[in-house]
Structure formats: structure tokens, C-alpha cells
């Protein structure tokens, strides 16, 4: 192994582009492709569109940003849509399942990789499990509003916040279940529950400005108030040791403190990305799919914002209630809290689905490169990841039922934060180490659009508590243990490079040279006898021709049969009658005579196809000289006398009658049709 092999085959390894698209390393092709582009769409819509609509525009409207979240709304979208185009253009040129971890692999190495993807699987975990038990509060107010009656037992294991939640589990265990089976039902549900969504929405932006009062925007940022005990963040904690100022909610800060939680609503557009192996055409369709389901959801969003603060004052909000639903229910519009309640029950249900989808292929991705367990990357017979999503999913299950998430959304958002700084970097590092790649769609202004990506994710990133940052310093912490002890040594690269290349076959050597060529006789040495192919050793002739050693003579110099070795006999005539108008041009006077002479025919010396000397015909047929009916017995022509005597069927068939003049083509009858018009 070279010294630039042993370099390479380390923990930096990257994974060539080529190889993560081929089919030699299963990139592509692995899946069964069902998306489309207005899919793509559907797809970013029900994960983006939910939570954040239904729960945290109203929680941090009423903690942290008063009616200026909707600022806040536009900076995270802001940021996240920068991000979409780093996403978009690595996922035309990278079109597989792993989405922002294939991306590291293919511009920065393995490590890096790993780091990115562990964090993918901390976000995508506790994603499905914070929404799945939000989706058990908001199921078991419907169930409130709408008066059904729930028996005592089972409303002690229904709506809770930490431990054991029976609907949370339920949810959770019907879609793995869809998904594991490949059920085709789990796109068909997703484009019911997104386009319910929608109505909903609509619904709520109508009836919300029906209500609006301007009056309730003033002011528009609160002024500033000492933030709660345990909400530091990281920026609070550098301004305060710099300057000796405390933490505080509202105001300017409370602005961009808000944005970094919202940026848990707009999860979804990069999880498009994991779709691409699914997708067909996905380097083109994946970018545009991405780019406008994000672009519709921050308008739905930033709509449904200005509705909800503009119906009522966030003072009178109270943070422990679904607050939609309750704004809704303080301005007189009670039935709408039930259709609130119902949408958001559909909303939360799509964010699952589509959570648990790319939780599975980003598993899936890193069990096939073999830095998870490789048997996990295992396909069903439905041709889908079947032990990816019971795995990924049974996670999830046990993640939301033993841990307090609701308490762990910010860990949401650093995952996704996080991963978004490595793709924006990875943009400007394909673009410096492989420009030559094919990139159907560009980030316009790159290097300033990445660089404006990468300091927008970092304040993002500095806005989150001190305790989130610790508790993903721990995660990482256990991801980087788990890859020195199994993924390095398990690595699907490191096997490809420590493999050794495979020998070239030698040709193999022939006893004999083929049929009418000469043994080679080492008088060639190569063009021009300084380059090209070598001269064999000269042997006791020299390297010339060797004197006075006639070529052998091949077994078929000039076909079948040898020139000159002509039989004679009975079977010394040509085997076939020369044609007609031959036996005229010699009644005339000779080959060069006649209506069909010609210049340069002349009597052929001898017969090409005549038998060696002593060797038996193989084509003759025993004691008949002639054939198996000889002349004598039947006649010249089968249809003249002997058996068949004469008459009318005495004519060869075979012979046209002079001067018959046949039908034209358009006069001919055209017999029917057998079996009907397509009959063959």
C-alpha cells in the first residue's frame, strides 16, 4: 500500500461522488421510487406545516418575542431558506438518502460524516417523539371539546406530558407499522391529511382577521424583562461575563431568541433530501420540490402569526394552554377551536409520518456505508428499509415513553442547526475541490451566500440555552465513542481501500495458431523496432525470416478444400451446373462471346470445393451416383411420365408462363380477414 493509500485510509476517507450515486456502493437505485415533484411539496408541507402553526408561534409569542415573533418568524425563515440553497444544490449533485451526512461524507471525510449524521438522528429522534406527544394533547382536548366521554382508567394514560402515554404510542406504532410495510396507503394519507391541513389553515387566517385589532400589535416589541431562571443562553452567558449584563426576554434580544425555537417549525425542507434516492429525475425535481414548500410555508406561517397576535393581546395568552384554540375561544369564536383542534391532530400526524421517513433513510444511509450495523440497511421484499424503520422507530417509542421530551425541543433545533454549517461549508468545498461536477442547480453568489448561511446558523446556534448546548455536547460526546469503537473499524470505504486491486487477466496462450496463419516467426519487434512490442529472443535462425523453411501449409489455405488437389473419378465434375445464359455464351463462340461475355472471364484452373486425394465425400450419399432418385429411374423432371404420366400437372410449377401479364397490385381481390383487425 502507497504512503498516499495509508493517507486516505484514515478516519478523513471521503466518499468519492461517483461512488455514493453508482451502483457499486448502492446509492442509487436501492429504493423504489415513488416521489414526484408536486409529492416532494406535499411531502416538505406536512412535516413544516404543524407544530410550529399549532404550538410554538403562539408559546413564543407569549414568552419571549410578544407580537414581534413575527420577525422572528421571517429571520428563521430567512436563514433556513439560505440554507435551502446550499441543500438544493448539494442534493442535484448528491441525489441520495443520506441528505446532509452524505453531503459531509462527500466533501469532508468520514469523521466529519459521522458527526453530522449522529446529529441528524438526535434531531429526527426527538422530533417524533415531541410531536408525538404533542399529538396526545392536542387528540385529548378534541376529544374534550367535542364531549366524548373517556372512561377514568384510560384517562390517567392519555394527554400526559412525561411517562407512559397510550395515544403518543399508538400514533407512533400505527405509522412505523405503515411504513415498514411499504404501504402505499402512507402517500395517499399524507396528501389527505396536508390538503385537510390547508382548509384548516385557511380557515384560521380568514376568521382571525375577521377579529384583527391593530390595537393588539402595540407594542409591537415589549420592552425587556429579566429572562426566567434556567433560560440563559449561550450569548447571555458571553455578554454577561463581558459586560456584566443578565439575560432578559423580550425587546431586541427576544427577537432573535425566538427565532432560533421557530426554526423548529420549518424542519422539513431538508428532509426532502432524504427522499432523493425515491424520486424520480431527483437532481432536478428534489431542488425545486425543496425551495417551494419552504417558500409556502413561511407565508402560511407569518400569515397565521399576524392573525393570531392581531385577534388578541399575547398578554392575556397563557403559555400552559394550546393557544390558538384558545385565542380563538377569548374572541367569541368557540367553533373554531374545534376545527383547530382537528387540524392540528391531522398536522401533528403528517410531521410524524414525515419525521419517521427520513429518520429511517438517514439509518439506512449509515448502515450501508457500515458505520451503523450493516444488517440494518437490509431491504424488504416491498423494497423498502423494513429493519431501518423498526429500529429507527422502536427508538423513537422508547425515546418518547421514558424521557420528558416536551422539556428537549431546543435539541431539535442544534441537530438541524448544526447540520445546516456543515452543507453551507460544503457548497464552497465541491465548488474549490470539484468544480468539474455537474450541477443542475447553482446557489447564485455562492461564496457570499454561504458564508452569509454559516454566520446567520451560528447566531442562530449562540441564541440557544447553555443547558441545550450541554446536553449536545454529551450526545456528540457518545456518538464520537460509538464510531472509534465500531463505525472506523466497520466502514464500508476502509474495506474498499484496504481490498486489493484485482489482477488483470493474463490471455491465455494458444497451442496452435488459428486456421490460415502462420506461426509466429519473431520478425516483428514493434513499430519502427524502438517502441511497441518487444522482439522475442532470436532463436538458431536469427531474428529474420528463417532460410529455406517453407511456411507450413494451413489445413484450409484457401477454403474448404486445397487448390490443386482435385479428385478425379466420378465425382470429378463441378458439383453445380454452370447457369444458363453460361451455356449460351459457350454455344456462341466462348466466354468472351455472346449476348453475356465478359472481358475478363476466363475457364477457373481449378475447382476450389474439389476433395483431397483418397478422402472420402463427406457429402455423398452411398451407392446412388447421382443422388437419392437417379435420373434413369425417375426422369429428369419429377413431373414428367413415370408415375405421375401426363396431363395438365405435367408443367413444372416453378415456371412462369411467357408473355402472362399478373394483376397490378390495387386490382388484386384482398382476401378477409381471418381473425379481425389485429389479427397477426
Given at each position: 500500500m502507497t504512503w498516499d493509500v495509508r493517507m486516505r485510509n484514515n478516519m478523513f476517507r471521503r466518499l468519492p461522488v461517483e461512488q455514493a450515486t453508482g451502483r457499486l456502493y448502492g446509492g442509487r437505485h436501492r429504493l423504489r421510487v415513488v416521489y414526484r415533484t408536486r409529492d416532494l411539496i406535499v411531502l416538505g408541507l406536512g412535516v413544516m406545516i404543524g407544530s410550529g402553526i399549532f404550538k410554538i408561534s403562539g408559546e413564543q409569542a407569549a414568552t419571549t418575542a410578544g407580537p414581534s415573533v413575527i420577525i422572528s418568524f421571517l429571520i428563521a425563515g430567512g436563514v433556513c431558506l439560505l440554507a435551502a440553497l446550499s441543500y438544493a444544490e448539494l442534493s442535484s449533485i448528491v441525489p441520495v438518502a443520506g441528505s446532509a451526512y452524505s453531503f459531509s461524507y462527500v466533501a469532508f471525510g468520514e469523521i466529519w460524516a459521522w458527526v453530522v449524521g449522529w446529529a441528524l438522528v438526535l434531531e429526527l429522534l426527538l422530533a417524533a417523539s415531541v410531536v408525538a406527544r404533542a399529538w396526545s394533547l392536542y387528540a385529548t382536548q378534541a376529544l374534550a371539546d367535542f364531549a366524548v366521554p373517556v372512561p377514568s382508567w384510560l384517562a390517567g394514560i392519555i394527554g400526559q406530558e412525561k411517562g407512559f402515554d397510550l395515544f403518543a404510542f399508538g400514533i407512533l406504532v400505527l405509522l412505523i407499522t405503515?411504513?415498514?410495510?411499504?404501504?402505499?396507503?402512507?402517500?395517499?394519507?399524507?396528501?389527505?391529511?396536508?390538503?385537510?391541513?390547508?382548509?384548516?389553515?385557511?380557515?384560521?387566517?380568514?376568521?382571525?382577521?375577521?377579529?384583527?385589532?391593530?390595537?393588539?400589535?402595540?407594542?409591537?416589541?415589549?420592552?425587556?424583562?429579566?429572562?426566567?431562571?434556567?433560560?440563559?443562553?449561550?450569548?447571555?452567558?458571553?455578554?454577561?461575563?463581558?459586560?456584566?449584563?443578565?439575560?432578559?426576554?423580550?425587546?431586541?434580544?427576544?427577537?432573535?431568541?425566538?427565532?432560533?425555537?421557530?426554526?423548529?417549525?420549518?424542519?422539513?425542507?431538508?428532509?426532502?433530501?432524504?427522499?432523493?434516492?425515491?424520486?424520480?429525475?431527483?437532481?432536478?425535481?428534489?431542488?425545486?420540490?425543496?425551495?417551494?414548500?419552504?417558500?409556502?410555508?413561511?407565508?402560511?406561517?407569518?400569515?397565521?402569526?399576524?392573525?393570531?397576535?392581531?385577534?388578541?393581546?399575547?398578554?392575556?395568552?397563557?403559555?400552559?394552554?394550546?393557544?390558538?384554540?384558545?385565542?380563538?375561544?377569548?374572541?367569541?369564536?368557540?367553533?373554531?377551536?374545534?376545527?383547530?383542534?382537528?387540524?392540528?391532530?391531522?398536522?401533528?400526524?403528517?410531521?410524524?409520518?414525515?419525521?419517521?421517513?427520513?429518520?429511517?433513510?438517514?439509518?439506512?444511509?449509515?448502515?450501508?456505508?457500515?458505520?451503523?450495523?450493516?444488517?440494518?440497511?437490509?431491504?424488504?421484499?416491498?423494497?423498502?428499509?423494513?429493519?431501518?424503520?423498526?429500529?429507527?422507530?422502536?427508538?423513537?417509542?422508547?425515546?418518547?415513553?421514558?424521557?420528558?421530551?416536551?422539556?428537549?425541543?431546543?435539541?431539535?433545533?442544534?441537530?438541524?442547526?448544526?447540520?445546516?454549517?456543515?452543507?453551507?461549508?460544503?457548497?464552497?468545498?465541491?465548488?474549490?475541490?470539484?468544480?468539474?461536477?455537474?450541477?443542475?442547480?447553482?446557489?447564485?453568489?455562492?461564496?457570499?451566500?454561504?458564508?452569509?448561511?454559516?454566520?446567520?446558523?451560528?447566531?442562530?446556534?449562540?441564541?440557544?440555552?447553555?443547558?441545550?448546548?450541554?446536553?449536545?455536547?454529551?450526545?456528540?460526546?457518545?456518538?464520537?465513542?460509538?464510531?472509534?469503537?465500531?463505525?472506523?473499524?466497520?466502514?464500508?470505504?476502509?474495506?474498499?481501500?484496504?481490498?486489493?486491486?484485482?489482477?488483470?487477466?493474463?490471455?491465455?496462450?494458444?497451442?496452435?495458431?488459428?486456421?490460415?496463419?502462420?506461426?509466429?516467426?519473431?520478425?516483428?519487434?514493434?513499430?519502427?523496432?524502438?517502441?511497441?512490442?518487444?522482439?522475442?529472443?532470436?532463436?538458431?535462425?536469427?531474428?529474420?525470416?528463417?532460410?529455406?523453411?517453407?511456411?507450413?501449409?494451413?489445413?484450409?489455405?484457401?477454403?474448404?478444400?486445397?487448390?490443386?488437389?482435385?479428385?478425379?473419378?466420378?465425382?470429378?465434375?463441378?458439383?453445380?451446373?454452370?447457369?444458363?445464359y453460361e451455356r449460351e455464351a459457350r454455344a456462341q463462340g466462348g466466354p468472351g462471346q455472346g449476348r453475356y461475355a465478359r472481358d475478363d472471364a476466363a475457364e477457373p484452373s481449378a475447382d476450389p470445393y474439389a476433395l483431397d486425394p483418397g478422402v472420402p465425400n463427406p457429402f455423398a450419399s452411398g451407392p446412388h451416383p447421382t443422388g437419392r432418385y437417379s435420373a434413369e429411374q425417375f426422369g429428369s423432371n419429377p413431373y414428367e411420365g413415370g408415375r405421375y404420366g401426363t396431363g395438365p400437372h405435367t408443367r413444372d410449377p416453378y415456371v412462369q408462363e411467357p408473355y402472362v401479364q399478373e394483376p397490378y397490385e390495387d386490382e388484386r381481390e384482398e382476401p378477409p380477414y381471418p381473425g379481425g383487425r389485429h389479427r397477426r
Open positions: 405503515m411504513l415498514a410495510t411499504g404501504s402505499r396507503m402512507s402517500l395517499r394519507s399524507l396528501w389527505f391529511m396536508v390538503m385537510a391541513k390547508l382548509i384548516v389553515i385557511g380557515l384560521v387566517v380568514a376568521t382571525g382577521l375577521k377579529f384583527f385589532h391593530a390595537g393588539n400589535l402595540t407594542p409591537f416589541v415589549p420592552p425587556a424583562r429579566p429572562a426566567p431562571d434556567g433560560a440563559t443562553t449561550v450569548l447571555d452567558a458571553v455578554l454577561g461575563a463581558v459586560t456584566g449584563s443578565k439575560p432578559e426576554v423580550f425587546g431586541i434580544w427576544g427577537v432573535f431568541a425566538a427565532a432560533p425555537a421557530i426554526a423548529f417549525a420549518y424542519i422539513g425542507f431538508d428532509l426532502i433530501a432524504t427522499a432523493s434516492e425515491e424520486t424520480d429525475d431527483a437532481p432536478r425535481k428534489v431542488p425545486r420540490g425543496m425551495l417551494t414548500s419552504l417558500a409556502i410555508a413561511v407565508v402560511l406561517y407569518v400569515a397565521v402569526a399576524v392573525a393570531m397576535v392581531g385577534m388578541v393581546s399575547t398578554d392575556r395568552l397563557d403559555p400552559a394552554k394550546p393557544l390558538l384554540a384558545t385565542a380563538f375561544g377569548l374572541v367569541g369564536a368557540d367553533s373554531m377551536g374545534k376545527i383547530i383542534d382537528v387540524g392540528a391532530v391531522l398536522a401533528l400526524t403528517t410531521v410524524i409520518l414525515v419525521v419517521l421517513i427520513s429518520l429511517t433513510r438517514v439509518v439506512f444511509s449509515m448502515s450501508r456505508d457500515g458505520l451503523l450495523p450493516r444488517p440494518i440497511a437490509g431491504m424488504s421484499r416491498y423494497r423498502v428499509p423494513s429493519r431501518a424503520t423498526l429500529v429507527a422507530g422502536g427508538a423513537a417509542v422508547v425515546m418518547s415513553q421514558t424521557i420528558n421530551v416536551l422539556t428537549l425541543e431546543q435539541m431539535v433545533v442544534i441537530g438541524t442547526l448544526f447540520a445546516f454549517l456543515f452543507v453551507s461549508a460544503a457548497v464552497l468545498a465541491l465548488r474549490r475541490d470539484r468544480p468539474d461536477l455537474h450541477r443542475p442547480f447553482r446557489v447564485p453568489a455562492a461564496p457570499v451566500t454561504a458564508a452569509a448561511t454559516i454566520l446567520a446558523t451560528g447566531w442562530l446556534m449562540l441564541n440557544l440555552k447553555v443547558q441545550t448546548w450541554g446536553y449536545f455536547a454529551v450526545w456528540m460526546a457518545v456518538g464520537i465513542v460509538i464510531y472509534l469503537v465500531y463505525g472506523r473499524r466497520k466502514s464500508q470505504m476502509k474495506l474498499l481501500l484496504d481490498a486489493p486491486p484485482p489482477e488483470r487477466p493474463a490471455a491465455a496462450r494458444t497451442q496452435a495458431p488459428p486456421p490460415g496463419v502462420a506461426p509466429f516467426d519473431g520478425s516483428f519487434a514493434g513499430p519502427g523496432q524502438g517502441g511497441g512490442f518487444p522482439a522475442p529472443p532470436p532463436g538458431p535462425y536469427g531474428a529474420g525470416p528463417r532460410p529455406n523453411v517453407p511456411a507450413p501449409e494451413s489445413p484450409y489455405p484457401t477454403g474448404r478444400y486445397s487448390v490443386g488437389r482435385r479428385p478425379s473419378g466420378p465425382y470429378d465434375r463441378e458439383p453445380y451446373e454452370r447457369a444458363p
